[in-house]
């Protein structure tokens, strides 16, 4: 069974400060990909990142950089120098190949992460 | 280009009532994807579309909901006799299918308020 695990619930950081947020994953495949979603008070998930995982480079997008482990199952967010504009629900979720005879590959998420960034 | 979009945004009805959403997804795109985000929880996999077919309807939570998509675009995602259980944002997605596990793009979902 898949199983996405995001344990913090909310964090609230002071503006320019690092934040990292959790996700450990469950799949019993071996091929899978995980994502990285964002909530902003809008309601409309953007779409920050996919990782493969026979891919275990760590990615770094301007303040965004994702590390992932496939030894302790997590894929981690931090933001770096964080600002206001970061305030939003992240999700992070997992998706195994797609099916062979539906081509359906649907998305496994997490519960969320709440960041409030302070001014 | 224009993303994915539903109507309406916002919906209250009375318990008992039925509610049709829409979801209209990106040009292009075959593949389409219900989901339902209840408080406090994440996304809930409702239904999924390949063109106009649903070969996966396993998260469906009852046989009040059902779906259909026309054209190969525009879907809809009708629940019938509304209980308040059923009050959530349902968020709609799609993505291209020719291979690999390409990204979903979400609307910004209909929220139901069923009282």
């Known amino acids: 069974a898949q199983k996405v695990t995001q344990a913090q619930t909310e964090i609230s950081v002071v503006e320019k400060e690092d934040v990292t947020l959790d996700c450990v994953y469950e799949?019993?495949?071996?091929?899978?990909?995980l994502f990285w979603y964002k909530q902003p008070p809008s309601g409309e998930l953007v779409f920050l990142i996919r990782?493969?995982?026979?891919?275990?480079q760590n990615e770094i997008s301007g303040r965004y950089s994702w590390n992932f482990q496939k030894s302790t199952s997590s894929f981690n967010f931090t933001i770096t120098a964080s600002q206001v504009v970061d305030s939003a629900v992240y999700f992070c979720?997992?998706?195994?190949?797609?099916?062979?005879?539906?081509?359906?590959?649907?998305?496994?998420f997490g519960t969320g992460t709440r960041l409030t960034v302070i001014p | 280009g224009a993303g994915v979009s539903q109507s309406p945004s916002n919906k209250v009805t009375e318990k008992g009532k039925d509610v049709e959403l829409r979801c209209d997804p990106i040009s292009g795109h075959t593949a389409l994807y219900w989901y339902r985000q209840s408080l406090g929880q994440g996304l809930e996999f409702l239904i999924y579309f390949q063109g106009n077919s649903a070969p996966d309807k396993s998260g469906l939570p009852s046989d009040r909901f059902s779906a259909e998509r026309t054209g190969g675009s525009v879907s809809t995602l009708t629940i019938q006799r509304t209980q308040q259980e059923d009050s959530a944002v349902y968020l709609c997605a799609s993505s291209l299918v020719e291979a690999g596990p390409y990204e979903q793009y979400f609307g910004p979902g209909t929220r139901l308020t069923v009282t």
């Open positions: 799949t019993r495949d071996t091929t899978y990909y």
């Open positions: 990782r493969n995982s026979f891919d275990e």
């Open positions: 979720a997992l998706s195994e190949p797609p099916d062979y005879q539906t081509g359906a590959n649907n998305l496994f």
